[in-house]
């Protein structure tokens, strides 16, 4: 009985971690510390190899999130300079969207993203003194950087949510 509700605990958390990545939010990072706490308390119910494999996805999915909006800036012609600015921009506008923007998370994610393009944008010009279309492509590929990295993050902790699934299910048969 106590396997099943382990296991149920493992899959919730898991999927809940899901949605929270989806909205930015570390949601890998509870699923796997739920996992790590199921495991301390019902060891049958996950496998060390599913929650090493976790953490090394969840470090991968950080990986790209921080360093994304700096491809995407480079990648359109952007220098060094503009790419830490579309990484300091996104961080700022993060906190700057859910101010400005009064919808719950949503404001966090369009901010994060705008704010890497703003970010790329302001360095560009200001900084490096590029053209305005210069600055403006690479503003728009840190832009789109950053949002397809909320996209492939979810798609990291959905990666993730089926392994820790199957891990906790096949525990009670």
Do not use: C, N, Q
Request: no cysteine.
């Amino acid at each position: 009985m106590l396997t099943w509700l382990g296991a149920g605990i493992v899959v919730l958390f898991a999927w809940l971690g899901v949605g929270l990545v989806a909205l930015t939010l570390p949601g890998m990072w509870l699923a796997i510390l739920v996992a790590l706490l199921v495991d301390l308390w019902r060891p049958e119910v996950m496998s060390t190899w599913v929650i090493v494999a976790a953490i090394v996805l969840a470090l991968l999915g950080e990986v790209i999130e921080f360093t994304s909006s700096a491809a995407g800036s480079r990648k359109s012609g952007g220098s060094r300079s503009g790419a830490w600015g579309a990484i300091v921009g996104s961080f700022l506008g993060l906190f700057i969207g859910a101010v400005l923007i009064p919808v719950p998370i949503l404001g966090s994610i369009v901010g994060a993203v705008l704010g890497a393009g703003v970010g790329a944008l302001a360095v560009e010009r200001g900084v490096v003194h590029r053209t305005w279309g210069d600055s403006y492509r690479s503003g728009r590929g840190a832009v789109t950087g950053r949002a397809l990295s909320i996209v492939i993050k979810t798609g990291i902790a959905t990666l993730v949510a089926v392994l820790m699934t199957i891990d906790a299910v096949t525990a009670l048969f």
